[in-house]
């Protein structure tokens, strides 16, 4: 079975910083995908960004980016330049590609990003 | 925007009676599925739902929980008799045919059980 892990409980930045948050998974599949979901206080899940994992080129989506190194089963997401709009909680997301497991979303444990004015 | 609708926003249940919560995904999606998230712990995946039929269910979906698309448009989670544990966030997602396509989520039913 896959497991997604994100060891940073909480995050903080001021606006217009930087911040990473990191996520790592396990599995022994070749071809799944990963997601970035956010969840902001109204508690709805919202996509983020999604990468394929046999596509090297790391996916960006405007402010948005993700650094992806298969080997090490490490999957991070950049926020640049932070908005007081980006303070959700972020939930890191596996999908297998194939199999019985096909479909269905395994999530991390998530990370409060709370951004400071 | 076609968007996942999710009602009630709130139920509150004795312990053990049976609720149903309600779901209408996109029109034109195909997979269904229901996610749980108790208060403050990590979203987990209970029961995905192609074809009209189960495709694959967690450790948590036990006899207690069924699902249903009655007329071709709703998806209905039941839970027969509710424990206290059943308490949580309940989120209906569902999307297109196609391994990288998003799933859309509703905006949850809150399940609180007295």
């Known amino acids: 079975a896959q497991t997604v892990t994100q060891s940073q409980p909480e995050m903080s930045v001021q606006e217009a910083e930087t911040v990473t948050l990191s996520c790592t998974y396990d599995t022994s599949e070749s071809d799944y995908y990963l997601f970035w979901y956010k969840q902001p206080p109204s508690r709805q899940m919202i996509l983020v960004i999604r990468?394929?994992?046999?596509?090297?080129q790391n996916a960006t989506e405007n402010r948005f980016s993700v650094n992806f190194q298969k080997a090490a089963k490490s999957f991070s997401l950049k926020i640049s330049d932070s908005q007081l709009g980006d303070a959700a909680m972020y939930f890191c997301?596996?999908?297998?590609?194939?199999?019985?497991?096909?479909?269905?979303?395994?999530f991390g444990q998530g990370t409060i990003l709370t951004v400071h004015p | 925007e076609p968007e996942v609708t999710q009602t009630p926003s709130h139920q509150v249940t004795q312990m053990g009676q049976e609720v149903i919560l309600r779901c209408v995904p996109i029109s034109n999606h195909l997979y269904f599925y229901w996610y749980r998230q108790i208060l403050g712990q990590k979203v987990e995946f209970l029961v995905s739902f192609y074809n009209n039929e189960i495709s694959e269910k967690s450790e948590i979906f036990d006899d207690q929980f069924s699902v249903e698309r009655p007329d071709g448009s709703n998806f209905t989670l039941k839970i027969r008799s509710t424990k206290l544990e059943d308490s949580a966030m309940y989120f209906c997602?569902?999307?297109?045919?196609?391994?990288?396509?998003?799933?859309?989520f509703g905006q949850g039913t809150r399940l609180t059980v007295v």
């Open positions: 997602a569902s999307r297109v045919l196609g391994g990288f396509t998003e799933a859309f």
């Open positions: 997301a596996y999908r297998s590609a194939w199999g019985t497991s096909y479909g269905k979303l395994t």
């Open positions: 990468q394929e994992a046999y596509k090297q």
